[in-house]
């Protein structure tokens, strides 16, 4: 749903080619990525996709307080460098997981989850926008990424002092 709204927020308040911001979205994804897809190995799926998904909160913070075309490009960054440790880190938490035979299934959940929640974040996003404002969606969008990660962060494991330390650390 953030997506889909970043065009019309791109358009109406900075006057630039939307696609560039795509473009500095993918190529920090891209980037981030490359150098990168080794720290969930090395400290762990939780910490990486805690941390990630911090920044990607962030960039979201930043995108509705941006003011000028410089400001929406650092965001911008941002959130390809959040969207870029994220997903590979919860994706491989899923691999672990998962049973060799059951991966085709446990990744059809997994992303059709998100595909639900794309879903049902455009039109609560809409109606958000509708209400308030374009920037504000984005930063009403941030606080609640960062109540969800707390529920993440206190939810990943049996004992919640077990699962802050698996997503804060590591262990």
Known sequence: GIFSFLPILVKDQFKINVGMIFMIISLSLIIFRLFT?????RYGRGPCAFYSFLILCLS????GHSQTTWELIRASILNGIGIGGCLPALT???VDKTKAQFRGIAFSIFYGAYDIGMLLGGAALGVLADITSLKDMYIITAIFGLIAL???ALSTQ???VKSLKWTLMGK
Not at 60 to 63: E, R, V
């Open 92 to 94: 491989a938490h899923v």
């Open 150 to 152: 707390a529920g993440f």
């Open 37 to 41: 897809s080794h720290l969930s190995d």
């Open 158 to 160: 049996a004992h919640p």
């Open 60 to 63: 979201y913070y930043l995108i």
